[in-house]
């Protein structure tokens, strides 16, 4: 993944497949790649008019299961373009088909690979299997690569640990998030593949760097390489946080409360901010049946979460297929707290025919200037 969006300068290009077969007329689309956890979804718009005499309103209206893939890129040769030029952005299978003559279009919306869990419900428990030969068991009944890496330790035996009531009939898709989350792994769909992995550790990775550029005496305007930057923070969660979780533990008889505190630390980036001001902000928790060690577990991963909300950044960008949910991005330039690592919300991939290919970003984190802790 190249550090820099590519440049402007260069002409993108982009194509559409339904059922395999390459789509006619296409008008914009829309890819928003979510964060782990959840389905990524699509919209696309073709012209009408530009369809086959085979793909005429009776064709579109007939259909009963559509499978899409949209792909961008910078090919060599813009002048002709092939399949293996580009990059997949998405493979998913349209939910919703609207046919509007007076328009002259065609507009299509669904969700990628993620969908066939989420729409396949199950009663198994698994309680023999480890979690990632649960989801290699998964990953083939719906045709999918399984991109597992293996863990320790039974289905049951985490169900058992957290506490966990599994109900009948319930997603797949569920089975999955949750073992995911107790193995300390994320899970995902990316074309034909499912990702159960470790998280991208941010000190091992290639960040995607956005460089800011302040005026100089040689150029009156700002330099950044992307389009627009919107940079926030929220104040009430960028003062100290507490975080409290109560518990009884019935084997033990006995109750008992564990804290996270998140608190300021003053270093070179944020030397210049002051300190908030007041009392941390609180957050308490009860969860029952807790050990003291998993209680303190939990404490701590609630004060992650809350934490990554503070620092947030938006950005549009020339379009850069290589941006996904698992890219680290690194803001530089601007001299201030804002300059640090993000991790990505939300990315968009859009393709219009008056404006061209870009991606919008949005991301988030805690400030630098925090510590946990326990």
């Known amino acids: 993944m190249s550090g820099e969006p590519v440049s402007s300068g260069t002409l993108p290009r982009v194509a559409g497949f339904a059922n395999g077969e390459r789509l006619q007329g296409l008008v914009d689309f829309e890819v928003d790649v979510n964060t782990f956890y959840h389905a990524d979804t699509f919209r696309l718009t073709l012209c009408l008019s530009e369809q086959p005499a085979d793909r005429g309103w009776n064709w579109w209206s007939t259909q009963t299961e559509i499978e899409v893939e949209l792909l961008s890129g910078y090919p ?3 002048a002709d373009v092939r399949r293996e030029d580009l990059t997949s952005l998405l493979i998913g299978f349209v939910d919703d088909i609207e046919i509007n003559p007076i328009a002259d279009e065609i507009v299509m919306a669904g969700r990628d690979l993620t969908a066939r869990f989420i729409d396949t419900k199950t009663i198994e428990k698994y309680q023999n299997l480890t979690a990632s030969q649960v989801a290699t068991k998964l990953a083939l009944e719906h045709g999918l690569k399984p991109v597992v890496t293996e863990t320790q330790g039974t289905v049951g ?5 957290d506490h966990v009531a599994m109900q009948d009939d319930r997603p797949q898709w569920d089975v999955l998030t949750y073992l995911a989350n107790v193995t300390g792994n994320v899970v995902y769909v990316k074309g034909r593949e499912l990702h159960f992995e470790p998280k991208s550790d941010p000190a091992t990775v290639e960040p995607y760097v956005l460089r800011w550029q302040p005026p100089t005496s040689d150029s009156a305007s700002p330099v950044f390489n992307g389009m627009t930057l919107q940079l926030s923070r929220n104040l009430t969660v960028a003062k100290d946080i507490k975080v409290t979780v109560r518990s009884w533990n019935q084997k033990q008889k006995k109750g008992f409360t564990v804290t996270a505190n998140r608190v300021k630390v003053k270093n070179k980036t944020t030397s210049r901010i002051a300190r908030p001001l007041g009392p941390p902000q609180q957050y308490s928790y009860f969860f029952p049946n807790l050990t003291p060690d ?4 939990k404490a701590n991963q609630l004060l992650k979460d809350i934490s990554e909300h ?30 640090q690592l993000y991790f990505p919300a939300s990315v968009v991939h859009s393709y219009n025919e008056s404006t061209g290919y870009r991606t919008s970003i949005r991301a988030k984190n805690s400030s630098p200037e925090s510590t946990v802790q326990p």
């Open 76 to 78: 060599e040769d813009p």
């Open 157 to 161: 035996s985490y169900y058992q640990i």
């Open 294 to 297: 998993e209680a303190q577990k």
């Open 310 to 339: 503070e620092m947030n950044l938006r950005a549009d960008i020339p379009g850069d297929e290589a941006v996904a949910q698992a890219t680290v991005l690194r803001l530089e330039g601007t001299g201030t707290a804002f300059d």
